[in-house]
């Protein structure tokens, strides 16, 4: 198991500040760069941990003084408790884009309006999620369903560890619920695909030949409002070799649409890598793994009861509308680390 250790990042923290102080550091722009943001990073991680460690400390010396305050210290010591659960969680983002931003698509699968209201359900659960840890979400695109809902959308998650958290959240979600869109009022099952890129910069060592897509020009139509920012120039763009498509109606102009959407299919490409890397290795170890809607991750039970399920980890919980409200650190929480372990394929 992978822990958080404070003495090896304070070890990593002086290997860093060394290489920093040696002449030349800066000759070369993006080592340097890369070099100076995990040192900033770490440092700031390690000073997290030691105020947190000096709250506790200080909690436990007012317990030992006054034993009647026992539940009220236990009720400060719950934010410590979750904060210590991202610093483990941290411990464990050692791949190459972990660290970084990410961009999410969302696709609604099969089962008509339901899945197409279902996808708009998660946007808004993966935004209001994001909003409680404090990343920064930008909305890119969003194609509204014939009668309501989503077909598909695309936002952009800012901050630390935002790829090597969300990633966690990769494969189909289930939703099985009584059809608001059913007028005899019956059981639905409803199906979305959320997938999870590191979001590059435009510096990545992603080639892309123009010879491979296809760029398609449009007017963004819809809802408005929330979810499209209406434009005369939305792209979307095609990459035959992989069928990947990607689009923006975001920006003003055409030109930084399709700038944008080439740094999403970037993203896309570098994750379609990291996935067939994934897919060697568990063939090197006898797993089986199929992301497609058939595979959920994760399944939400509206009715006849009220349950979330992660298939992958067993960790469940009966409060759903907190979970589409947002709740979703448990899961992410209990994935990363039966992953670490090897507990989940």
């Known amino acids: 198991m992978i822990t958080f250790d404070p003495d090896s990042l304070t070890a990593r923290i002086a290997e860093l500040e060394a290489e920093m102080g040696r002449p030349g550091f800066w000759d070369d722009q993006q080592r340097a760069a890369k070099i100076s943001t995990e040192q900033s990073r770490l440092t700031k991680r390690v000073d997290r ?63 008509g309006t339901d899945a197409q209201d279902w996808a708009e359900i998660v ?6 999620w994001a909003d409680d840890r404090g990343f920064t979400t930008e909305l890119l695109e969003a194609s509204p ?29 289930r939703l ?7 007028q005899a009022h019956r059981r639905h099952t409803s199906f979305a695909q959320v997938i999870v890129s590191p979001l590059l910069g435009d510096d990545a060592d992603v080639e892309i030949d123009e010879a491979d897509i296809r760029i398609d020009t449009y007017r963004a139509s819809g809802a408005g409002g929330q979810h499209v920012n209406k434009t005369d120039s ?71 009861y009220q349950q979330v399920k992660d298939h992958r980890t067993s960790y469940e919980t009966g409060n759903a509308q907190g979970v589409l ?8 929480h209990s994935y990363l680390l039966a992953s670490a372990a090897g507990r989940v394929e």
């Open 325 to 332: 409200d947002g709740n979703l650190d448990p899961f992410i």
């Open 49 to 111: 941990y030691a105020r947190l460690r000096r709250e506790y400390d200080d909690a436990r010396e007012l317990l030992e003084m006054d034993g009647e305050l026992g539940a009220e210290i236990g009720e400060s010591l719950a934010p410590l408790q979750r904060e210590l659960e991202r610093l483990q969680e941290e411990a464990l983002f050692n791949g190459e884009y972990d660290a970084g931003d990410a961009v999410v698509t969302i696709v609604g699968g099969t089962g």
């Open 145 to 173: 369903g014939e009668e309501a809902g989503l077909k598909s959308a695309t936002f952009s998650v800012r901050g630390e560890n935002a790829y090597g958290t969300l990633k966690a959240e990769r494969g189909v979600h």
């Open 176 to 182: 099985v619920r009584l059809s608001p869109f059913d």
């Open 123 to 128: 946007l808004r659960m993966y935004l209001r």
């Open 234 to 304: 939305a792209v979307r763009i095609t990459h035959l070799p992989t069928g990947v498509v990607v689009q923006c109606q975001n920006e003003r102009s055409q030109l930084s649409n399709k700038q944008t959407a080439l740094r999403i299919l970037r993203s896309r490409l570098a994750e379609l890598e990291q996935e067939r890397r994934e897919t060697e290795l568990a063939e090197e170890r006898g797993q089986v793994q199929d992301t497609g809607f058939g595979s959920q991750i994760r399944s939400y039970v509206l009715h006849p």
